[in-house]
């Protein structure tokens, strides 16, 4: 069975720091995806970023970077110089070959000036 | 571009009743999901649509249904109301089945009295 675990329940920074938010998996497939989605108080799940587990590669966007680790099951977030925009709950995400994704309890950011 | 609309996105139903809530899926968009959020039991998938026909489902009671019509628009219902059904419905459409890029609606926020 898939499990998703985001162990940071909730994290407070300063605005310009740099902030990571952990994610690690466990699942049977061979073939998954893995996402992270921002919930913003407004209710709607924000599409971030969504990688296939045969592209280990790091990715960058702007501000926000993802780092893919198969060895140690890990898809870590990390925001760099974050604003207070950033503020939000932040889901990592895992799916198989469907697109029934299995969400992580989230991790709460909360960036103040 | 129009994004996932809900409706309606506040009601408050009492023990016993049952509900229905709508969701219109991003135009062209023909895979129709639907989450359940809690604060106990964070996200949790209900039921994935495309086509008109149910593609998977999670594990929740049969009270919980849904559907999907032709235009691919969706529709949930829940029946016979109980307090632990009080949360954050969420909808989400992707282009195609298995592709997990999910764009999700504001929700319908259900709460039962």
């Known amino acids: 069975a898939q499990k998703v675990t985001q162990a940071q329940t909730e994290i407070s920074v300063v605005e310009k720091e740099d902030v990571t938010l952990d994610c690690v998996y466990e699942?049977?497939?061979?073939?998954?995806?893995l996402f992270w989605y921002k919930q913003p108080p407004s209710g709607e799940l924000v599409f971030l970023i969504r990688r296939n587990s045969f592209d280990e590669q790091n990715e960058i966007s702007g501000r926000y970077s993802w780092n893919f680790q198969k060895s140690t099951s890990s898809f870590n977030f990390t925001i760099t110089a974050s604003q207070v925009v950033d503020s939000a709950v932040y889901f990592c995400?895992?799916?198989?070959?469907?697109?029934?994704?299995?969400f992580g309890t989230g991790t709460r950011l909360q960036v103040t000036l | 571009k129009a994004g996932v609309t809900q409706t309606p996105r506040y009601l408050i139903k009492t023990r016993g009743q049952q509900v229905t809530l709508s969701c219109s899926p991003i135009s062209g968009h023909r895979s129709v999901s639907w989450y359940q959020q809690t604060p106990g039991q964070g996200l949790q998938f209900l039921f994935e649509y495309f086509s008109e026909t149910q593609r998977n489902k999670g594990n929740f009671p049969g009270r919980f249904s849904g559907r999907q019509f032709s235009n691919s628009r969706s529709e949930m219902n829940v029946s016979t109301l109980e307090l632990g059904d009080s949360a954050l419905y969420l909808c989400a459409s992707s282009k195609d089945i298995n592709t997990g890029e999910l764009f999700f609606g504001e929700g319908s926020r259900l709460t039962v009295l």
């Open positions: 995400a895992h799916t198989g070959t469907a697109s029934k994704l299995t």
């Open positions: 699942t049977r497939d061979t073939t998954y995806y």
